[in-house]
């Protein structure tokens, strides 16, 4: 089902390809004197406002994208930094009478709110052509809510890599691991050698239950991941049992963690990474887990991706390893050719080139030429994402009420926070899981 050919890739690759770079505003998908890939209406004078919870790089590289829709509509795009939970602060928003008309919405869950409230609009006519000339039925269908298109997915991650200090495993005479037995026992040989062996952004509650879902997919298998994912079989099922039992294998033992389980409910994720790829051969920790957006972070480090991080796909619990996906979705949240022209846009390939090519970024975009990938580590990623096709797995807590699966200190974070200060608590775990997924679903 959802398991690609990721496991059998060497990603490994480095460096610049010397590909073409287009600058904004110089043309269409594949060089400076094409054609563009998309139709955009004039909208002179027209102000549009984009609300997203990215940050950092990931908000001036999301501008690129703006920058280029601006240059050839005329309208003026101002982006809104929003904060998390999104339903809760476009609710705010919208009671204000101040609501963006578009919104990055990163949760199945959240845009199914975002519809069951009568915040959404449809999709329109030109956006729909785009989304069915370039994106796999799974993710128009992850934008849809009961036949009706509201979402265009834009920026996808491959969440099932693991990425580690190439130093520190060196040193440590440690390999690859291709199992999960293999991943301790690979974590056990960097820990003798004096290096912590693995970095946890425990404080950013959505970095565990990306732990927990690989591991729950490679263990338990697709079928039993959709039931669980839609609340068809409890938490208490002992298929949760059998995952957090193999978590505990990590988070059962301190230290093979940076800082313990203490240090790590204070690591936000963006530290768990660079803490990873700075201080040389000791590094406070030498892998990391999460997804390719690793290397927006890892760019922020004097690492070079290839060379001195590589990374290596999630190692298998079962028979396979696990590919699970996330996504951010553009959402119109009002009436208008400016909201309509803006997911149009997003869904063109022209606009998945820019951020693909600054990095940092995988298209859900199934006509993006590879090439505009700045490495080789990225462009194998991306392809093994669009090589999944429609067996794609959306990330599990991406599909829940956000009150559960999305939502800092309550739901799932909270629990797994709590999980991973008392790992041993595996029957109070799945309670309380229950409890609260119960509560979600009925509310």
């Known amino acids: 089902m ?9 990603l490994t690759g480095c460096g610049d390809d010397g590909g073409s770079k287009d600058k904004p505003g110089d043309g269409g ?20 406002s984009v609300a997203a919870v990215w940050t950092g790089p990931e908000q001036a590289n999301f501008t690129k994208v703006l920058d280029e829709f601006e240059a050839r509509t005329g309208a003026t795009v101002t982006f809104v930094p929003a904060q998390d939970p999104i339903v809760n602060f476009l609710g705010t928003k919208i009671a204000g009478g101040q609501p963006p008309d578009v919104a990055m919405i990163p949760q199945v869950g959240a845009i199914q709110q975002a519809v069951a409230k009568k915040w959404a609009k449809p999709v329109g006519a030109e956006a729909k052509t785009q989304l069915s000339k370039n994106y796999a039925k799974v993710w128009q269908d992850l934008g849809a809510v009961d036949g009706t298109q509201y979402g265009v997915y834009f920026k996808a991650a491959n969440k099932s890599l693991v990425w580690y200090n190439a130093k520190a495993f060196e040193n440590a005479g440690a390999s690859e691991p291709k199992t999960w037995k293999d991943f301790i026992a690979t974590a056990e040989t960097v820990s003798a050698s004096g290096v912590t062996p693995v970095s946890v952004g425990g404080a950013d509650g959505w970095t565990l239950t990306d732990w927990f879902e690989n591991i729950y ?31 505990a294998e990590l988070f059962g033992k301190p230290a093979l963690i940076s800082g313990g389980a ?57 028979a396979d390893s696990p ?16 909201a309509q022209a803006l997911l149009t846009w997003l869904a063109s390939t022209d606009a998945a080139k820019i951020w693909a090519e600054a990095g940092g970024f995988i298209s859900p975009n199934k006509a993006l030429d590879a090439a505009a990938y700045p490495n080789d580590v990225q462009r194998k990623i991306a392809e093994a994402l669009i090589a999944a096709g429609d067996d794609v797995r959306f990330d599990m807590s991406d599909q829940a009420p956000q009150s559960f699966g999305g939502t800092p200190g309550k739901g799932e974070w909270k629990t797994l926070q709590d999980f991973l200060k008392n790992p ?3 029957a109070g775990t799945q309670a309380k899981l229950e409890s609260d997924a119960a509560k979600a679903w009925t509310s």
Do not use: R
Not at 262 to 276: K, R
Not at 307 to 317: G, H, I, M, N, S
Not at 323 to 338: E, F, N, W
């Open 217 to 247: 997919l490679s263990q338990a298998g697709p079928e039993k991941y959709d039931q669980l994912a839609a609340h068809e079989i409890k938490w208490t099922d002992p298929s949760v049992k059998d995952a957090l039992t193999t978590l």
């Open 2 to 10: 959802v398991f690609t050919a990721i496991g059998a890739l060497a």
């Open 262 to 318: 203490d240090g790590a409910l204070q690591t936000e994720f963006p530290v768990s990474v660079t803490q990873t790829f700075t201080g040389g051969d000791q590094p406070k920790g030498a892998m990391v887990f999460e997804g390719d957006f690793v290397s927006v972070n890892i760019a922020q480090t004097e690492a070079k991706i290839g060379t001195d991080a590589k990374v290596f796909p999630f190692p298998a619990v079962g």
């Open 424 to 426: 041993k608590d595996i």
């Open 29 to 48: 998908a594949t060089g400076g004197n094409s054609k563009p890939s998309v139709t955009l209406p004039k909208l002179d004078g027209e102000k549009i």
């Open 323 to 338: 590919v699970v996906t996330g996504g951010d979705a553009a959402v119109a949240l009002k009436d208008g050719k400016g």
